[in-house]
């Protein structure tokens, strides 16, 4: 079944660094968009970035230049590197491969934790 297993997230000072990681499992990950998504609390899920099989990659305004988007296929793992954190980048960041519109492949994994200070 399909999965997803992300891990990096911690508590980290404004303007820190931090490297999120996605371990996907039971999908052909090569060909698939994947995405980084965030919620933080009593928000609802927005979408960070994106990474296409193509390596195409897009961001959500609020990141756009701060967050950098990547993928390794061989190891079907993507990577969200964040830099210049913000208190208002706290949330809880997941991953998932992108089908049509909004809809994801397979569920939600547990998701990891990034936490920013002022």
């Known amino acids: 079944q399909v999965q997803y297993v992300e891990s990096g997230g911690g508590l980290v000072q404004a303007g820190g660094s931090l490297r999120l990681s996605c371990a996907a499992s039971?999908?052909?990950?090569?060909?698939?968009?994947i995405g980084w998504y965030r919620q933080a609390p009593g928000m609802q899920r927005e979408l960070v970035a994106t990474?296409?099989?193509?390596?195409?990659?897009t961001y959500t305004d609020s990141v756009k230049g701060r967050f950098s988007i990547s993928r390794d296929n061989a190891k079907s793992t993507a990577y969200l590197q964040m830099n210049s954190l913000k208190p208002e980048d706290t949330a809880v960041y997941y991953c998932?491969?992108?089908?049509?519109?909004?809809?994801?492949?397979?569920?939600w994994g547990q998701g990891t934790q990034v936490t920013v200070s002022a």
């Open positions: 039971g999908i052909t990950f090569s060909s698939k968009t």
């Open positions: 998932a491969a992108r089908l049509t519109g909004s809809a994801i492949l397979g569920s």
């Open positions: 990474i296409s099989s193509g390596t195409i990659t």
